[in-house]
């Protein structure tokens, strides 16, 4: 049974490894586009973490998979797109972890703070993140306290409804696939870890595949990363020490820019937002 399950997914990664891929200039563009109607015409990706949960604690250091909610998982970063297709993902850190801790080992977040970071974004271009990850000159995240400020609440309000998008991608990823609900083996070494990877990027290019082909079935109808260096076709730069204030800093005025653009366009001329 292995070896068949293997040689399925062997299959599927070769057929259809181009369908995980990040977005060129023109797809950019047009992703972009879509989003501008939310207020957010810079915003090129949604990017959410979510937990694969184990049904058995793992042979090696078990406790340091006990998440926040009672269950032994590990975590998955995926990021997508207008269309819920997945552009880029990160799995296999333990579920204790935060996201923006699990977001930060990929190899994405260096290059989006490397010198070759323009590959990868276009001026103004970023992504879109909930409160719990850090805003960056290519990240905006939500604020985490907004004290009873109005303009805070709105922008948060706006982030919430674009980030919809992102909560569909990844409930119709598992409604999909059931599996990735629970993993019902016990991961007993490395090799078992890399495997579970495996199995979770097959699931996502059969994802990509359907909704590509705008099928809408679903199963209800009837630190390890994925190799997507190649999937993302750039070179992986040398990439310098990060100096985290100056990163911080950058990231909270490029978040009170968004903001700002943001507002102006989702307020009517009663100071409302639009689609309140």
């Not at 992703?31 to 207020?39: D, E, T």
């Not at 998008?165 to 991961?187: D, F, M, P």
């Amino acid at each position: 049974m292995v070896n068949y399950t293997n040689r399925v997914m062997t299959a599927i990664e070769c057929c259809l490894k181009n369908e995980i891929s990040w977005p060129n200039r023109l797809e950019r563009t047009c992703i972009a586009s879509v989003f501008a109607a939310g207020g957010f015409p810079g915003c090129i990706g949604l990017v959410d973490g979510t937990t694969i949960r184990l049904s058995q604690r793992p042979a090696e250091d078990g406790e340091t998979y006990f998440d926040r909610k009672g269950d032994y998982s590990i975590n998955a970063q995926i990021i997508c797109d207008d269309r819920k297709r997945v552009i880029y993902f990160f799995v296999g850190m333990l579920g204790s972890c935060h996201d923006v801790t699990c977001l930060r080992q990929s190899s994405l977040w260096k290059r989006m703070h490397s010198q070759q970071q323009h590959l990868l974004f276009d001026r103004g271009q970023y992504l879109l993140g909930e409160l719990g990850y850090t805003s960056g000159e290519r990240l905006v995240a939500a604020f985490r306290n907004v004290g009873g400020d109005k303009d805070k609440t709105d922008f948060n309000t706006c982030i919430a409804h674009v980030l919809i998008a992102n909560e569909h991608c990844i409930g119709i990823l598992k409604s999909r696939w059931h599996s990735l609900k629970e993993v019902r083996t016990q991961l007993k070494n490395r090799a078992e870890n890399q495997y579970l990877v495996r199995w979770v990027r097959c699931c996502i290019l059969l994802h990509n595949f359907l909704n590509r082909r705008k099928d809408d079935w679903t199963e209800a109808d009837g630190p390890i990363e994925v190799d997507v260096e190649s999937e993302v076709q750039i070179p992986a730069p040398p990439t310098p020490p990060l100096d985290e204030r100056a990163m911080i800093a950058r990231g909270r005025r490029r978040r009170l820019e968004v903001q700002s653009e943001c507002l102006a366009y989702m307020r009517n001329v009663n100071g409302t937002l639009a689609f309140q």
